[in-house]
């Protein structure tokens, strides 16, 4: 096996490491409540720490990746990802579960951190928009995994413990592949000093983009962290439509290179939008059996959204660097940081008009999730105008060129 596709590999399992640790973490939830005495909210304040973690990690990785090198903060990713593992299984109390989680979530900023400038420094033009989709597949393929595996040992009896040891399993592979391999160099070389990344992400189009990640961010991790609720009334298996959409995701990740190739970035982050926007609207409309066909449209909008905007910002602006990408991977955790209790007030309003209105039971829960996802299908909406936007400023740009002067 060569260097480049050591590397790459040693790239998916961390990002499947990464998977794991939130497709599993959200299978053991009633377990860990049960046997720690946990309230729902103690818990939901556990999870916030993996999406807390994840931005600072990234931000600072982005910062000092052309100075220690990629490989420090790899060391560092399986550092915090093996002792948050461990910490996890022996925690035994709610702030010992805080920190552990803080630690995971280290590790997976660490992750993208790295791994995307690596990537985006190995490959050239479309095998580098291909890579990066088939690296950015694993995410939603490693929750598949992750969530399969979970409903299996919980159904078999096996204790939330056993299922954390998992995650350690592709956590030992990555550090192994890793070990001892060149990392490639910066494509172009104003990309390793911070007074270029800054003056290149101070530039109406890096900002634009920030803006745009906002919305692709919540489009994507929006209905999907509050699939169970929304759905559950929808005629539909919550879970199952979970399972499909992120499984959709990973077959159109992998075959994303083929999608750019046709239709090149911002045009695929355009009919991404008019999919998911399309998706959304049919969650608000349709239920029984057809909500799975929903599922499947609106997997196709989202699949694309997170490779192409972090490789939008390596083809054209590059000389934003390694820190650019982390900004931008960054303020998509932030926003679902910000954006979750957002959400969940949204919900309980909603439940609370059809309450009003004398609806009770299931009809209840479907109206108030139906009223949710429309509320919801803003993001997307406003995609659709942003990307439109974009597709018009980029016409007759060319890849690698210093966009913030034009």
């Given amino acids: 096996m060569n260097n480049d596709k050591r590397l790459f590999y040693a790239s998916c ?6 998977a794991l640790s939130f ?17 729902a909210q103690q818990l939901g304040y556990i999870n916030s720490m993996w999406f807390f973690g ?59 951190a790295a791994c995307n400038p690596l990537i985006a420094d190995t490959y050239e033009g479309n095998m580098m928009s291909k890579m990066m989709n088939r690296f950015h597949m694993w995410f939603p393929g490693g929750i598949v995994i992750g969530s399969l595996i979970s409903f299996f040992m919980t159904k078999g009896g096996m204790s939330w413990q056993t299922q954390i040891w998992v995650i350690l399993i592709p956590t030992v592979i990555y550090a192994y592949l890793f070990w001892g ?24 189009l890096f900002i634009f983009m920030l803006v745009c ?40 990740r992998y075959f994303g290179g083929n999608a750019v190739h046709q239709f ?23 239920t029984g059996p057809a909500v799975y066909g929903v599922a499947i449209i609106f997997a196709l909008g989202v699949a694309y959204f997170w490779p192409n905007m972090i490789g939008f ?20 955790m932030l926003s679902s940081y910000f954006m979750q209790p957002i959400i969940g007030k949204w919900i309980d309003t909603n439940t609370a008009e059809a309450a009003a209105s004398g609806l009770t039971g299931d009809e209840l829960t479907l109206a108030a999730g139906q009223a949710t996802l429309q509320t919801m299908n803003f993001f997307p909406v406003i995609l659709i105008v942003l990307f439109t936007v974009l597709l018009f400023w980029m016409k007759g740009k060319k890849k690698g060129h210093d966009i913030a002067a034009a």
């Fill in 181 to 204: 391999q060149k990392w490639p160099k910066a494509k172009v070389e104003a990309a390793g000093h911070l007074k270029d990344n800054l003056k290149a992400m101070f530039s109406p």
């Fill in 13 to 18: 399992f961390a990002l499947i490491t990464t």
């Fill in 264 to 286: 090149n970035t911002t045009g695929v982050l355009l009919i991404s939008a008019i999919l998911a926007a399309l998706g959304l609207f049919l969650f608000t409309t349709i």
């Fill in 23 to 39: 497709s599993i973490r959200a299978g053991i939830l009633p377990q860990l409540g049960a046997e720690l005495s946990l309230t």
């Fill in 54 to 112: 994840f931005p600072i990690s990234m931000v600072i990785g982005g910062l000092i990746y052309h100075t220690v090198g990629g490989e420090r903060i790899m060391q560092f990713a399986f550092f915090a990802h093996a002792i948050g593992i461990i910490m996890t299984i022996y925690a035994g109390s709610y702030i010992g579960l805080m920190i552990s989680t803080f630690l995971i979530g280290l590790g997976n900023g660490c992750t993208e």
């Fill in 213 to 252: 990640m906002w919305f692709t961010a919540q489009t994507e991790f929006g209905p999907t962290q509050w699939v169970e609720l929304i759905l559950k009334s929808s005629g539909a298996q919550p879970m199952l439509v979970l399972a499909l959409i992120t499984g959709t995701m990973a077959v159109a």
């Fill in 313 to 332: 910002i390596a083809d054209y602006i590059p000389k934003s660097g390694a820190l650019g990408m982390s900004v931008v991977g960054a303020l998509g």
